[in-house]
């Protein structure tokens, strides 16, 4: 699986939490329309939930509730009303209640990023974020689809400049039958990527999942989806599928995340000797 590791950065999560008095981190996925933003979030989500870390889920998608973060999640926090300009000021409340209260949190915009790039198109959002204590973490979800490139070099690559970033291939976006190192090797050429690279990105390619829609259309945990566990009255998934959710969410993705930087991550409690105790956790 190809992961780029750029030299100077910490070894990942691996059971150790994030260090002791790090910044707490805000997680935004960016893209295009229907790359798979929110399921990058919702399996963060998940990962980080199932391990106690102090975690806020936001979705600020003005358009629909179709798909977002609330349809996986019972407590994630969104504007009850209002357009694009209402629901950016209730984000910027929300990222500076952060900088007060200490938390981790992700962010799902929705399609088109729209609340996200008038923001930036105003304000330097890794400065400001960096002033109230918190990193900002820019999560660049892209296909196989040149305009996925485009919409990368064009709209984000100057905005998050100086900002940890990761790029995540969706392999669910390809051809099942194709090589995605062939499928993908245009991502991996490309100009921007490359400087990303050496600016200090981590990329990684989400391994496909043949029966997510099985998965997603339950509205169950992946945990409990390799468990066979589902809410009465819905059927449980085969048990085939059930051995192929195990094996995608604990051998496959487990391992990309914590690879990642430690301190680009929620923290988790609990973490052993170089990352915060459940106390620590639990007061910051």
């Not at 694009?84 to 088109?112: C, F, N, P, T």
Request: glycine residues 10%.
């Amino acid at each position: 699986m190809l992961y780029f590791e750029p030299e100077g950065l910490s070894g990942g999560v691996a059971g150790t939490g994030r260090p002791t008095g790090t910044q707490p981190v805000l997680m935004i996925a960016v893209g295009r329309g229907r790359v798979g933003k929110t399921t990058i979030l919702n399996i963060l989500g998940q990962y980080f939930r199932k391990r106690n870390a102090k975690l806020a889920l936001w979705n600020v998608d003005p358009h629909t509730q179709s798909g977002s973060l609330s349809e996986f999640f019972d407590n994630v926090e969104e504007p009850s009303h209002g357009g694009l300009s209402d629901r950016g000021k209730w984000l910027e409340a929300k990222i500076a209640e952060q900088g007060e209260v200490g938390y981790d949190a992700l962010l799902d915009v929705g399609g088109g990023d729209l609340i996200l790039s008038r923001m930036a198109d105003s304000i330097n959002l890794n400065r400001v974020t960096a002033k109230m204590g918190i990193k900002l973490v820019m999560i660049h979800v892209l296909g196989t689809d040149r305009g996925d490139l485009d919409h990368f070099s064009t709209n984000w690559a100057s905005k998050i400049a100086g900002c940890p970033t990761i790029l995540v291939m969706n392999a669910g976006l390809l051809d099942p039958e194709a090589s995605p190192f062939t499928e993908l090797r245009h991502v991996f050429e490309n100009e921007m990527i490359v400087k990303a690279h050496q600016a200090g990105a981590r990329s990684f390619i989400l391994p496909l999942l043949g029966c997510m829609k099985e998965v997603v259309d339950r509205r169950i945990s992946f945990d409990d989806a390799g468990d066979g566990i589902v809410p009465i009255g819905v059927r449980p998934i085969s048990a085939f599928d059930q051995e192929r959710v195990y094996l995608w969410w604990n051998e496959e993705v487990a391992p990309l995340i914590e690879r990642l930087p430690r301190e680009w991550l929620p923290r988790i409690p609990d973490a052993g000797p170089t990352g915060a105790s459940s106390e620590e956790a639990t007061d910051a």
